[in-house]
Structure formats: C-alpha cells, structure tokens
C-alpha cells in the first residue's frame, strides 16, 4: 500500500496459513487475483483498490467466516459476484466501485446482520432491490448500474440509512411513501431513472435530509408543499419531469444553495425568495412560469392580475348611502355674521 508495486501478485501469497490482512492498494499492481485467497486462512481484510487488477474476485474470500471489509473499487475487476459473500455474515462493508462486475448482487449479502456500507455503484450489476436489507445499513451507493424495478416498499425497514444514492440505473414505478419514513436519511439521489407517478404529499420523517435529488424521471403532479417543511434541506432538483401546477410558495422558506425545477410543465409566479441571480438558471424550460424581476430567465409576469383580484373584492365592501342636501348661495350669505367673516375668507382662499 502507498508504494509502486507493480506486475501480478504472487499465487503463492494465497496460500499462506496465517494470513488474516491483505492491503495492497494504491499500487499498479496488475493480473487477476491468486484465486486461493481465503481458501487456507481466515481473512478479516482484503483491500486491493486503485490499481490495474483485472479477473474476478475470489471464491473463497469469506471461506473463513471473519471477513469484515471487501475493498477493491477503481480496478478492472469483472465477472459476478462469488456466491460465498451471500453468506458471509461478518462483511461490515464492500465497496467495489468503477469496476466492470455483472449480474446479480447474491441475496444474501444484503440481509448480512453487520453490513453499514454498501458501495457498488459504476459497474453493470443487474436485478432489483429486496424487500429486507440489513438493519444496520447506512450507505447504499448503487449508481451507475443496470439495477431495475420498482423501490421495494419494504425500504420503511432501512430505519439507519443515511446516504441513499441509486441515480442512473433503470428503477420503475412510483416512489413510496414509506420511502418518506426513514429519520436518518440526509442524502438521497434516485436521479436518471425511469420513476413515474406523484410524489407521496406526506413527508413521514425526512427531518435530516439535506440533498434530494429526483431529477430525470417522469414524475408529474405537483409539487408537494410539504417539502416546504424540510427543516435542513439545501439541494433540491427536481428538473426534466412532468411536474405542473404552481411552485409551492412553502419552498421560499427553505435555505437552499442549489435549486434546479427546469425542464417541467410548472405555471404562474415564482415565489419572491427566488427572484435573484443565484437562481438565474432553477426554473429554465418552463414556459408557463413568470417573474417580477428581470434578475430570472424568466417573462416578466403582468401585474394587471393581481390587480383584478382586488377590485373584485370591492362588491363585499360596506357602502355608506349619503343624504342629499339643497341649498344656494344666496342661503349661506345671508347666514354670514360678522364673528365669522374670516372663516369665510379662509374657505374662499
């Protein structure tokens, strides 16, 4: 690790009996892997990432029950996963990212009791996501995959997740209410996928959510208000979708650094909060959306509207009748006395 090895790695390495540790990362090390690892000793580590390694993993890798971390993300790595990881109960965390794997994620190794941290994403794994995954989980990155069906509504049980990200794969269907129920979520990406349908209009428990990104789906509906309410939330697209209807104006009250709604069917005035250069580019391809401010790539919106709605509220009003009086000049002269000639002056003036 931290030193140039290269070429490939001795067979012979696998065969050793008292090898619990393997890290070799950040070398150019290259060739497939001894296919003994595992197989004569019980390994707890295997770390063998950034470098040039091609093949497939082991078989044996969890053969002796105690492997506690898979690391092998930025190599060449291809092929499926072994069978043996769907029952190695004491993996705490894989993370094989930007390799070149296939097929399907062995059952097993999602319900695995330790598992916190599943990094896959940037390969070619197929399939759907189960209904039970491992309760400890709190990190599934599976972007950048060929992953499908629908968001299992069994998600409601991944109560420790924290960083969901599943963008760019071919996820179908509508996104669950019970998706809403997860307290500890902060992050949540389903972006680039094939979701359809409304938004659930209740948020159960996203009280730590700082980042949701829907964009790319074919969601449609309004957009809920209730998002208003996220109390943390700062990074919100929901841009290429079918959403229509008015932009909530709870949305004006969250503090967000970045905000992307374009490319949908939204109509009307934006909110005020919006009406500034930081969000010059949030509400592009929208054709039925206006503002009042020259400061958005939006029309300008006509005023004359609003202006409408309040006269019509003038037939509510109270009207006060008044009494119609008849008299002449000629009446209030011959009533002028002389203490108030300079009154009358006055009223003249």
């Known amino acids: 690790m931290f030193n140039q090895l290269s070429g490939a790695i001795p067979e012979s390495i696998g065969r050793i009996p008292t090898l619990k540790d393997v890290r070799l990362f950040k070398n150019n090390l290259s060739g497939a892997l001894p296919p003994d690892f595992g197989r004569y000793s019980a390994l707890e580590d295997f770390e063998v990432s950034s ?6 993993l082991p078989e044996h890798l969890c053969a002796g029950g105690k492997l506690v971390g898979l690391v092998a993300f930025d190599n060449n790595l291809s092929g499926e996963l072994p069978e043996s990881l769907g029952n190695c109960n004491s993996l705490l965390m894989i993370s094989i990212y930007n390799n070149g794997f296939t097929g399907k994620i062995p059952v097993g190794l999602w319900t695995a009791s330790n598992l916190s941290h599943v990094q896959i994403s ?4 197929t399939g759907e996501l189960p209904d039970k995954m491992s309760r400890n ?8 995959n060929m992953l499908s069906g629908r968001i299992p ?10 960083k969901f990200n599943a963008s760019h794969n071919l996820f179908s269907g509508t996104v669950p209410r019970e998706l809403t129920a ?5 992050i949540l990406w389903l972006d680039q996928n094939q979701l359809s349908g409304t938004l659930p209009s209740d948020v ?5 959510l700082t980042t949701l990104n829907l964009g790319g789906n074919q969601l449609s509906g309004e ?6 309410s996220l109390p943390v939330l700062n990074d919100l697209d929901l841009s290429e979708n079918q959403f229509s209807g008015q932009i909530p104006c709870q949305l004006g009250l969250l503090r967000l650094t970045s905000l992307n709604l374009s490319s949908n069917h939204l109509i009307g005035e934006i909110p005020s909060e919006f009406e500034n250069g930081a969000y010059a580019s949030s509400f592009l391809n929208n054709p039925g959306l206006c503002a009042r401010s020259s400061f958005i790539n939006l029309k300008i919106c006509r005023a004359y509207g609003k202006r409408e709605n309040r006269l019509n509220t003038t037939s509510d009003m109270k009207m006060t009748k008044f009494q119609h009086l008849n008299f002449t000049e000629k009446d209030i002269l011959t009533k002028v006395k002389e203490e108030n000639v300079m009154e009358v002056v006055v009223l003249e003036k």
Not at 122 to 125: A, L, S, W
Not at 153 to 162: I, P, R
Not at 204 to 208: N, P, Y
Request: proline share 5%; net charge positive; aromatic share 6%.
């Open 223 to 228: 957009i809920p208000e209730e998002i208003g």
């Open 153 to 162: 509504a069994g998600v409601s049980s991944w109560t420790n997740l924290q």
């Open 204 to 208: 159960i428990s996203w009280k730590r």
């Open 122 to 125: 940037d390969n070619k794994f």
């Open 51 to 56: 470098n040039n390694i091609s093949g497939k």
């Open 182 to 186: 997860l307290p500890a979520l902060t």
């Open 137 to 144: 989980l709190s990190l599934l990155q599976i972007s950048n």
